[in-house]
Structure formats: structure tokens, C-alpha cells
């Protein structure tokens, strides 16, 4: 058994860490770049720290997903006011803009040099600046992952920016950042790390230490994930979910995901979709058509093992068959304030190129069977 585990340079888990981020930054440097979401005011306690610690700062908003413009202007604005690392303070789109900023302030040339699909792809040369990320969702772990999602309208498509450099130097995770989340977006987040959860238990590259992480985070996901919709200041709730993303983070940066995030990269790039709600209305069909596909193919695959595992941790049953805990995902699914992918614009038509993009993503390359087109076309026609 050979594998490896990365991470961020330090994990700070705890209510009320965020407080502390100025007492660290200090030592980094005295001028930082707060990269934020479209609404500032949610990093005020960040900003308050900064302060208190003399650290001066510079707010950069993000507005949804960030694109290769929008990392292009924060590159310039970090340079122009000096500023020596970056913080991020938002969700996973947000922690993304910062990560993928952080890489370019250190390294030649521009972002295209870099990206996959759409640009050279080159590897980056040195390490990012320094880069502190913070979630105020409980979703993507973009946290502890090692690359930046970003939009390229002008293609149509998702592409990442990846790097074991990318990865932060702190990643300070306070569930209390994520206490005025709406119910919508609770749900999807925790729909997405849910799926983050699943999908590296699964898959062909899981390994012992993310075994661990996504076993205990399955089942902190499933006792609360409702909860939390129902009650955002529900502390236990929001704790669980927080945790659960983290580990999901670190789950997928170091193993691997599957057909769910396969799919959501090409959907994502197409139509204007949440990544999280993709993510949901796919996961049920996705679980269902691998057990299936297992069952027909490869019936000793220890994948098919996973999923009675799975079924386990979601439902409490401890004779839960793997059939079962895909009727507990379906049920959760249209239990919480989630659409099927319909809503966003995609129909049939669409399917045969989501399913040709779809089977030469990365992700898809680590799910536990190698899936048919036909199989394929059945989970989206499902999901629509």
C-alpha cells in the first residue's frame, strides 16, 4: 500500500478562532489582502483582528465564482498596495480567488501559464505567498485542498489551477462564521460535503488516513445536517458540519472524488448551477448506478463493501444494506431546499456533451467502476 497525505501547514479548529487570526497574521507579515464574497461586512471579526493585532489590510470582493479576470485584478491590487499575504474569508469560491491569487503573486507570467484545459498547464515554480483561508460555509474544505476552481466564461467550463504549493499556511476553521448562513445555502454546502465524504470512501485511491476522516465525517454529517438547516445557530449542528467539511477537504485532497464531481465540473461550466446542488441532486442516482454497476461487474470489489459502510454511518443501522443508505440520500435530498438540475436550464439535449466531458474529467478517473455512456446518460437523465 503505497499513498501520501498533504495538508495545510497548520489546522485551527474551534468556536471563535477567527477572533484570533490577527495574533497569528503578525508574524506573516504587516499588509495583507482580504480577498472577501460580494458582502464584506462577514469578515468584520477577521478585519476586527487584523486591526487590533496592527496589522493593516486591504479588502478584495469577490462576486460568485471567480474567473481568470477576477484573478488577474486581485494579483494587481495585492502588488500595487504591497502586500505581502493574502487571507481569505468567505466560501469555497472565495478561498479559491485567494488561493489562486497567493500562487500568482509569487510566481512569472500570467494565470493561463498555469491552468489546466484552457492554458499551458505548466507547473508552478515556487510556493505561494502565504495565504490564510477561512470558511463561512460548511461545504467545499477548499480549506486544506491544494487547487483553485475557476470560471472561464468565454469557454464554458470550470478549470483548476493546481499545485501541492497551492496549499494554504493556516486554515482556521470557526463554525460560528457559518452561524447566519441561510437555509438554501446550508443545505447544498452540506449536500457538498456529504458527497466529498462518500465519494473519496469509495474510490479507487482512498487510503487509511482518509478512511478515518471520512467515517467519522459521514456520520457527523448525517446526524446534523438537517439540523442545521432547520436551526442555523444550532452550535452542535453547525460544529458537525464544519467538521465534516474539513475532513471531506481532506478526504478528496488526498485520495480522490468520483462520478458526482465528474459531472459537476461540465455542469458547473455550462449552466449557472451551484456547485453544492449539483452535487445533491446527482449524489443519490451517482451512489445508485456504482452499487449497480458493482453488483453486475465486480462483485468482490471492496468499493461495494464501502457503500454498506456508508449505509451504516448515514442511517445508524448497523444492518443497513448499501440500498438502503441510497433511499436515506434520496430522501435527505428531497427532504431539504434543493432542485433537480432542471431548474437550472439543463435538459435532455444537453446530455450527450455533459456525458463526453464528464468521462475525461480527473475526477471521474477515481471512481470505484469505470461507468458506460449509456450508465452515464441514465444518472443525468435521472437527475434532470
Not at 485520495?255 to 458547473?268: E, K, T
Request: aromatic share 4%.
Amino acid at each position: 500500500m503505497n499513498f501520501e497525505f498533504a495538508t495545510a501547514t497548520r489546522i485551527t479548529f474551534g468556536a471563535g478562532s477567527a477572533g484570533q487570526i490577527g495574533t497569528g497574521a503578525r508574524h506573516i507579515g504587516s499588509r495583507v489582502l482580504v480577498v472577501t464574497g460580494s458582502n464584506p461586512a462577514r469578515a468584520e471579526k477577521v478585519l476586527a483582528s487584523l486591526t487590533a493585532a496592527q496589522v493593516s489590510s486591504v479588502v478584495f470582493p469577490v462576486a460568485g465564482e471567480p474567473d481568470i479576470a477576477t484573478i488577474g485584478r486581485g494579483v494587481a491590487l495585492a502588488k500595487a498596495e504591497q502586500c505581502t499575504f493574502v487571507i481569505g474569508v468567505g466560501g469555497g469560491s472565495v478561498i479559491d480567488a485567494g488561493k489562486a491569487i497567493a500562487a500568482m503573486l509569487t510566481n512569472e507570467g500570467e494565470l493561463l501559464d498555469y491552468v489546466e484545459i484552457i492554458g499551458r498547464g505548466r507547473a508552478l515554480a515556487h510556493r505561494s505567498a502565504p495565504f490564510a483561508a477561512l470558511p463561512t460555509t460548511a461545504g467545499t474544505g477548499a480549506e486544506v485542498t491544494r487547487n483553485a476552481v475557476l470560471a472561464s466564461p468565454e469557454h464554458q467550463v470550470k478549470v483548476s489551477l493546481r499545485s501541492p504549493l497551492m496549499l494554504p499556511t493556516v486554515a482556521v476553521v470557526d463554525p460560528e462564521l457559518t452561524y447566519d448562513l441561510p437555509p438554501g445555502l446550508t443545505a447544498t454546502t452540506g449536500m457538498d460535503a456529504l458527497t466529498q465524504l462518500i465519494e473519496p470512501f469509495v474510490c479507487l485511491r482512498s487510503n487509511p488516513i482518509t478512511d478515518s476522516l471520512c467515517d467519522y465525517g459521514i456520520h457527523h454529517a448525517a446526524r446534523s445536517l438537517r439540523q442545521a438547516v432547520m436551526n442555523g445557530h444550532d452550535k452542535s449542528a453547525r460544529k458537525d458540519m464544519s467538521l465534516a467539511s474539513l475532513f471531506g477537504g481532506l478526504a478528496l485532497a488526498n485520495a480522490g472524488l468520483g462520478a458526482v464531481h465528474g459531472f459537476a465540473g461540465p455542469i458547473g461550466g455550462s449552466f449557472p448551477a451551484p456547485h453544492g446542488a449539483v452535487c445533491a441532486a446527482l449524489l443519490p442516482h451517482v451512489m445508485a448506478m456504482n452499487i449497480r454497476a458493482l453488483r453486475e461487474r465486480d462483485k468482490g470489489s471492496y468499493a461495494l463493501k464501502r457503500y454498506y459502510r456508508v449505509a451504516v454511518l448515514l442511517t445508524g443501522n448497523p444492518y443497513a444494506t448499501a440500498s438502503v443508505g441510497v433511499d436515506w440520500v434520496r430522501q435527505l435530498v428531497a427532504d431539504l431546499p434543493i432542485p433537480k438540475l432542471g431548474v437550472y436550464g439543463l435538459r435532455t439535449e444537453h446530455i450527450p456533451d455533459l456525458v463526453a466531458k464528464a468521462a475525461h474529467a480527473s475526477s471521474m478517473k477515481a471512481n470505484p467502476i469505470q461507468l458506460t455512456p449509456a450508465e452515464l446518460t441514465e444518472i443525468l437523465t435521472l437527475a434532470i
